[in-house]
């Protein structure tokens, strides 16, 4: 039971502080802080819970997150905002001396990388605090990273090959938006792939890879090779896996645009000088833009895509290796979860739902004491079990299926 303190107001945010709420048994107090008062203001309203705290914080600034850590005194910070904000955030919670958990790994703002170094080499200072720090709390990573402990846990005596298949088979009716954060997602999806196979990582070109994988209740659907941060952890995690590679569907609308973005220029993360017009019509200014941080601000936003998204998320393990009989067998355990069902419960899409529901169970599993060990974690390091049972309480249930065919 304890206090959490929640950064950011997004779509993820958003439905993790839905889901807070309605946890009030294991969470005594809550309070929502971000760049922007207004947008927590705003969740708060939306839930109906006028005794949430909210407050306005620049999470770049450790100074300032230190100081409404001492004025709130969370138990747990879920940072929800960027992965830019990672270690700020973590040298905050170490600072003050509180726990930590979000949904996605450090990436530096000047360069489309991310690896879990950077937050790794935080291990013996929490660990050294007494405090935890969870890392990749999402869906993917997250669930899935779950998912394969519990398959490691009942299932198999050895994993061998992992395969993380994620499908958005949803239709948000719009030309172009991407699902959550798109400076974020444009990053991500136009990085060279790579994946882990006999002891070393091989790298291909950005979507290279791809072929028609069957989702449950969607059929199929052309799922592209990425780099994904959850298999750089689960196969140190689970040393037996020989290949582990991650595979995301696209539509070809999604990838024609992609494409203009990159080949027009707009998908840069690099500085650009531009002579902007003076509002008042008096000349010009020059200013400096990042490419990509226009575009977000010109695109839909993620948070606005719910009300007439239709159809439904599918995300999963595809698993083959030594069952504990000594036999070879295969194993595919997957949520599939509907962007209205999100929408009416917590007024956001499928996507947010997807990361923000886990986010609350991750912290729910930290307030009673079954994931609280010092150190810096990722989540196949802890129990799965009683996670996997919230998930069938809090709205992503999910199923199993063994020896199928996994086309892969
Ligand atoms: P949004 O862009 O919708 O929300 C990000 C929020 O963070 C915004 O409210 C923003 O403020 C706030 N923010 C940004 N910078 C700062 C700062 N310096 N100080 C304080 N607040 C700040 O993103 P999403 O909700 O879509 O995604 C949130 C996180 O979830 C991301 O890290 C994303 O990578 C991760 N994610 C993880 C997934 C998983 O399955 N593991 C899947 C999807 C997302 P403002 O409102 O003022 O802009």
């Known amino acids: 039971m304890g206090k959490v303190l929640i950064i950011g107001a997004g779509g993820v945010a958003t439905v993790a502080a839905h889901k807070v709420a309605q946890n009030s048994d294991v969470f005594t107090e809550i309070m929502i802080a971000s760049r922007t008062k207004s947008k927590c203001d705003a969740i708060v309203k939306a839930i109906g819970r006028p005794d949430i705290r909210t407050a306005k914080v620049d999470a770049?600034?450790?100074a300032e997150l230190v100081a409404l850590f001492r004025d709130f005194r969370p138990d747990l910070v879920m940072n929800l905002a960027l992965p830019y904000q990672d270690l700020t955030i973590m040298d905050a919670c170490l600072e003050y001396g509180c726990s930590y958990l979000d949904t996605a790994n450090y990436e530096p703002k000047d360069e489309a990388h991310f690896e879990y170094s950077w937050q790794w080499a935080y291990r013996e200072r929490f660990e050294k605090a007494g405090l935890t720090a969870i890392l990749g709390c999402g869906f993917d990573p997250g669930v899935t990273s779950i998912f394969t402990a519990y398959a490691a846990k009942h299932h198999f005596r050895e994993i061998q090959y992992l395969d993380i298949v994620d499908c958005n088979a949803g239709d948000h009716h719009k030309a172009f938006a991407t699902n959550f954060n798109p400076e974020i997602n444009i990053r991500e999806i136009t990085q060279k792939g790579l994946y882990w196979e006999d002891g070393k990582w091989v790298e291909t070109a950005p979507l290279e890879i791809h072929?028609?994988?069957?989702?449950?209740n969607?059929?199929?659907?052309?799922?592209?090779?990425?780099?994904?941060?959850e298999i750089e952890s689960l196969v140190l995690n689970y040393p037996t896996i020989r290949r582990a590679r991650f595979w995301m569907t696209f539509g070809q609308q999604y990838l024609k645009h992609l494409e203009v973005i990159q080949n027009i220029g707009m998908s840069r993360i690099d500085e650009i000088e531009y002579d902007a017009p003076l509002a008042d019509g008096t000349g010009t200014a020059r200013v400096k833009i990042v490419p990509l941080q226009f575009?977000?601000?010109?695109?839909?936003?993620?948070q606005d895509?719910?009300?007439?998204?239709t159809g439904e998320t599918s995300i999963g393990c595809r698993i083959r290796g030594i069952g504990q009989d000594g036999?070879?067998?295969?194993?595919?355990?997957?949520n599939n979860c509907s962007h209205r069902a999100a929408y009416e419960e917590t007024g956001m899409q499928g996507v947010s739902y997807t990361t923000g529901v886990p986010a609350c169970i991750g912290a729910r599993m930290f307030m009673l004491?079954?994931?609280?060990?010092?150190?810096?974690?990722?989540v196949e390091e802890?129990?799965?079990?009683?996670?996997?049972?919230?998930?069938?309480?809090?709205g992503l249930p999910w199923h199993e299926l063994h020896d199928v065919d996994l086309e892969l």
């Open 382 to 394: 802890f129990d799965p079990d009683p996670f996997m049972a919230e998930l069938n309480k809090q």
């Open 211 to 216: 072929k028609d994988l069957t989702y449950p």
């Open 60 to 62: 770049d600034n450790v």
């Open 218 to 229: 969607i059929g199929p659907r052309d799922s592209y090779l990425l780099h994904h941060e």
């Open 369 to 378: 004491g079954l994931w609280n060990k010092p150190g810096v974690h990722n």
């Open 305 to 309: 895509l719910g009300e007439n998204y």
């Open 295 to 302: 575009l977000k601000a010109v695109l839909p936003n993620p």
């Open 327 to 334: 036999q070879e067998h295969t194993y595919y355990i997957y």
